[in-house]
């Protein structure tokens, strides 16, 4: 019996729209993916790490995301930002990395700085081997505060960054300094 090419292509459409919204990933899948990542041991070790600045080398995600392998010299931190509409997630590897968060969704456009309430921060110690996932909107920064140890960290994002929105911080008082988008990272 021949099968007609229609028939294939049909069959290759039905396959591929019931296999989509598993290729889509989800906040846990990309915290067992950066979970497994950072257990690689030999991949740990190949980061070259620089006293002056942090370093990082791009990885292949699951589903099409887009992943990061950074070390972090003591005392670097990220600054406060956040990361549009993807979701993500980011484990310890070696060392220990703080985040500063906020449990609240600052607004999209139309505004330069904002001042927080006192009820919005929130902060966790993520030594080697723990992390976290995210939703959308969500904004942090992230700090090695050790004071002679690097640290290493492996994270991933859906869809692939779009853009980041930068801000500082005073007190209560935040300010968006700027946005950057692939190019300027990548
Ligand atoms: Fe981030």
Not at 92 to 112: F, H, I, M, Q, Y
Not at 130 to 138: A, C, D, E, L, T
Not at 159 to 181: A, D, W
């Amino acid at each position: 019996m021949s099968v007609s090419p229609a028939a294939v292509a049909a069959s290759q459409q039905v396959s591929a729209a019931v296999s989509a919204p598993v290729s889509t990933p989800t906040q846990a899948d990309l915290l067992d993916f950066v979970r497994r990542t950072a257990a690689d041991a030999d991949l740990i070790a190949s980061l070259a790490l620089d006293p002056e600045g942090r370093t990082w080398v791009r990885l292949e995600g699951p589903g099409g995301s887009e992943a990061w392998l950074i070390g972090w010299p003591p005392g670097t931190g990220t600054g406060w930002h956040d990361h549009a509409d993807s979701v993500g997630a980011f484990v310890t590897a070696a060392g220990e990395l703080k985040e500063n968060s906020l449990a609240v969704r600052l607004p999209a456009d139309g505004w330069k700085t904002l001042e927080l309430t006192d009820d919005v921060d929130r902060e966790r110690r993520l030594p080697a081997g723990k992390g976290r996932s995210f939703g959308r909107h969500h904004v942090h920064e992230v700090l090695n505060e050790s004071a002679d140890q690097h640290a290493i960290s492996v994270h991933a994002y859906y869809p692939p960054l779009p853009q980041i929105r930068r801000f500082s911080r005073s007190g209560p008082i935040l300010r968006l300094e700027q946005v950057e988008r692939p190019e300027d990272w990548q």
